[in-house]
């Protein structure tokens, strides 16, 4: 049982037997949502503000670095200046690095990017950029999504010293974007604003785009 945080709303709670028996109805799609969010994760979605810890995305990031490619480890490390440093180890280039900021970090409307502008770098050419921000923001982006089946690259554009990565189509494949929930779209519920780095992590400025009865049931969700 999970304690009700003072900023989510008690009287939610009375709405609760207007939905239980919906709710008893979704058995299998309330397990494949807890497989996407977990009560903590949804409990920080539901105030807006989402911590991922570097430990947690670099986890996932290595977990999807082949031993036998030619990117070894990429590590992320975020202050609390704002600034997220990457560090790539390659085989054939050695130590790549590059530190900036998060300009954008959005899903909203079926988009979602991210911007990211180097403030200093030793940069790889663009094939291998695109390599390393797929991973990199797949790291960002699994706390929302769930696993993802990453391909070998995604979209990318870089425009002076900003990189912009576009992960629209992966989120659309994801458990995420296939998941529904009493008629809505995971996807289409989620709405993330922003992302900003601070000491060992990143901060996400989220927000759930759900009418109240389909609130209630996720807050019920979190507190049973």
Known sequence: MIDLPANIDTSLQAGWVQVQDQVADY?????KIRKVWDKQSLMALLQGHVFVSDD????????????DGGVKAIHITSHENGRMDIKAETTRHGTLTMS????????KDGQSYM?????????????????????????????FAGDLD???E????IQGNRVRIDYSQLVASSSLGQTEFMGHKLADMLVIKGATP???????ATSLNIPPEVRMALLRMVLE
């Open 27 to 31: 058995g299998p799609t309330l397990e």
């Open 56 to 67: 947690l995305m670099n986890e996932a990031i290595a977990k999807k670095v082949p031993a």
């Open 100 to 107: 900036g900021d998060i300009e954008d970090f959005v899903h």
């Open 115 to 143: 911007v990211y502008h180097v403030r200093s770098k030793r940069l790889p050419g663009h094939g291998l950029m695109s390599w390393i921000f797929s991973r990199v923001s797949l790291g960002m982006a699994q706390r």
């Open 150 to 152: 990453l391909p070998e």
């Open 154 to 157: 995604l979209p990318m554009q």
């Open 198 to 204: 601070k000491d060992g992590g990143i901060e996400f």
